[in-house]
């Protein structure tokens, strides 16, 4: 385990969306009380059903979450990486997982127990208004997605979605937004609920129509709006 003041990794807490509302003094509240814990390739960091009691961000590696149905077979729902967090709804109670967390290869996590959250908020509450009002921005977005999900077209869903991964992984240039996505074009498809193949055309589409350029396999330019 590493405290913040340690810490040397690439992303700090304090800098992901979730946190991005918050004043310096909110977000040294917030580190002051990180774990940093290591977990090496395939170690659970929890199982479905356990109750999970701490709000984690990946500091480092990937992640994959995951469900196994009756007869064995595994469904990888998401995948993620540096920036991205689970388990929000630990910042007010315990609350059971709904997936399987697994380190996708030796990654770190920074977490926050409930209890201490719990506490902070109740002390200050300027910082359970702007937790909450990220989190409702993230409802509000996922609502969005599932009413869209059968009645847009995948090239919209999908710029949608590169949008969103830019709020953490992205930053402005002169012609829009730089993204480095977490995520390459298998896993956008299992996010979207189509085949690799469906995303490959999709990008295509979206680079031809001057919507995006692509400059690596996980590396985009989104063109402003």
């Given at each position: 385990?590493?405290t913040?003041?340690?810490c040397?990794?690439?992303?700090?807490?304090?800098?992901?969306?979730?946190?991005?509302r918050?004043?310096?003094?909110?977000?040294?509240?917030?580190?002051?009380?990180?774990?940093?814990?290591?977990?090496?390739k395939?170690?659970?960091v929890?199982?479905?059903?356990?109750?999970?009691?701490?709000?984690?961000?990946v500091?480092?590696?990937?992640f994959k979450?995951?469900?196994?149905?009756?007869?064995?077979?595994?469904?990888?729902?998401?995948y993620w990486?540096?920036?991205?967090?689970?388990?929000?709804?630990?910042?007010?109670?315990?609350?059971?997982?709904?997936y399987?967390?697994?380190?996708a290869?030796?990654?770190?996590?920074?977490?926050?127990?409930?209890s201490?959250?719990?506490?902070l908020?109740?002390?200050?509450?300027d910082l359970?208004w702007?937790v909450?009002s990220?989190?409702?921005?993230r409802?509000v977005?996922?609502?969005n997605?599932?009413?869209?999900?059968q009645?847009?077209?995948?090239?919209?869903?999908?710029?949608?979605?590169?949008?969103?991964?830019?709020?953490d992984?992205?930053k402005p240039v002169?012609?829009?937004?730089?993204?480095n996505?977490?995520?390459n074009?298998?896993e956008?498809?299992?996010?979207l609920?189509?085949s690799?193949?469906?995303?490959?055309?999709?990008?295509?589409?979206?680079?031809?129509?001057r919507?995006l350029r692509?400059?690596?396999?996980?590396?985009f330019?989104?063109?402003?709006?």
């Amino acid at each position: 385990m590493t405290t913040c003041a340690h810490c040397q990794a690439p992303l700090c807490i304090s800098k992901i969306h979730l946190f991005k509302r918050l004043t310096p003094t909110q977000q040294h509240l917030i580190i002051h009380h990180v774990d940093r814990r290591a977990y090496p390739k395939g170690t659970l960091v929890g199982q479905e059903g356990e109750a999970m009691d701490r709000f984690s961000i990946v500091n480092t590696g990937r992640f994959k979450a995951y469900t196994v149905n009756e007869d064995g077979k595994m469904k990888v729902l998401d995948y993620w990486g540096i920036g991205s967090f689970f388990g929000q709804n630990a910042l007010f109670e315990p609350t059971p997982l709904p997936y399987t967390v697994e380190a996708a290869e030796d990654s770190t996590l920074c977490t926050i127990d409930s209890s201490t959250m719990r506490s902070l908020m109740t002390q200050y509450p300027d910082l359970a208004w702007s937790v909450l009002s990220e989190l409702s921005g993230r409802i509000v977005a996922l609502e969005n997605e599932l009413s869209h999900l059968q009645i847009e077209p995948l090239e919209r869903r999908l710029m949608g979605l590169l949008w969103t991964l830019s709020d953490d992984h992205g930053k402005p240039v002169e012609e829009g937004r730089l993204l480095n996505s977490p995520l390459n074009q298998e896993e956008l498809a299992m996010r979207l609920g189509v085949s690799r193949e469906s995303v490959n055309r999709a990008l295509k589409k979206l680079e031809s129509d001057r919507k995006l350029r692509i400059l690596k396999p996980k590396s985009f330019i989104l063109y402003k709006m």
